[in-house]
């Protein structure tokens, strides 16, 4: 298994423009997370989904953050307009659920870099 | 109030020694798990070692153990025997509730750095 897949690694942006970040998790699994990483702030959950429906996204820092999973397979996170503050790397993890000791598979990350 | 305190900013070890990473939790649930990962520099999340409510032994897997004092709610990762290759940051989480609707809370983190 090829584990979670995102892309990707690195992005560099001007503030104001709209970046997407892009997930695939591992196969069969039927959860799959968001994640910030900053120094001032650690590992923020951003939003989840379950069987591709968002059940969680109290996380979301504002209305400039999206994030959509339109199969099983695939999952976006999208800033628009982007700001500096932003910059952070951004972590996708999937689970199965089938059993409460199921363990997050984390994803290399995307570091975001808003200039 | 933080779900998740891990009051060690920084730790050092030297190799072969053990170290013990201090995790607290707090929770009002009955149900819950307490993972242990791993950050190396390279970035990515490893997945150590994970510890239930109701598990009466403490976990281990190879070198790493987890110290669960449940009465304290506390949950150190202990590690034996270091090596060079465990420098790293180390996450203390906790996922509240056994349903497969529920999320994993990570504290600020731990930097251990094994020297030579």
């Known amino acids: 298994d090829a584990g979670v897949i995102q892309s990707p690694r690195h992005e560099v942006t001007e503030m104001g423009q709209e970046v997407t970040l892009r997930c695939k998790p591992i196969s069969g699994h039927n959860s799959l997370f968001w994640y910030r990483q900053t120094m001032m702030r650690g590992l923020e959950l951003l939003i989840y989904f379950n069987n591709n429906v968002p059940i969680d996204d109290s996380g979301m820092p504002e209305d400039r953050f999206s994030a959509k999973m339109p199969n099983a397979s695939f999952s976006t996170l999208k800033i628009q307009p982007s700001e500096p503050r932003d910059s952070a790397v951004y972590f996708c993890a999937s689970r199965s659920t089938d059993r409460s000791n199921e363990k997050l598979f984390f994803g290399s990350g995307t570091q975001l870099s808003v200039l | ?116």
């Open chain 2, 1 to 116: 109030a933080q779900k998740i305190t891990q009051t060690q900013p920084g730790m050092f070890v030297q190799e072969k020694e053990a170290v013990t990473l201090d995790c607290t939790y707090d929770t009002s649930d009955q149900s819950y798990g307490l993972f242990w990962y791993k950050q190396p520099s390279s970035g990515e999340m490893i997945f150590l070692i994970y510890q239930g409510s109701y598990d009466e032994q403490n976990a281990t897997e190879g070198r790493y153990s987890l110290n669960f004092q449940k009465a304290r709610k506390s949950a150190n990762l202990v590690i034996s025997a270091s090596q060079l290759g465990d420098s790293a940051m180390y996450f203390c989480a906790m996922r509240e509730g056994l349903s497969g609707y529920s999320t994993l809370t990570f504290g600020k983190g731990t930097m251990l750095l094994v020297s030579p």
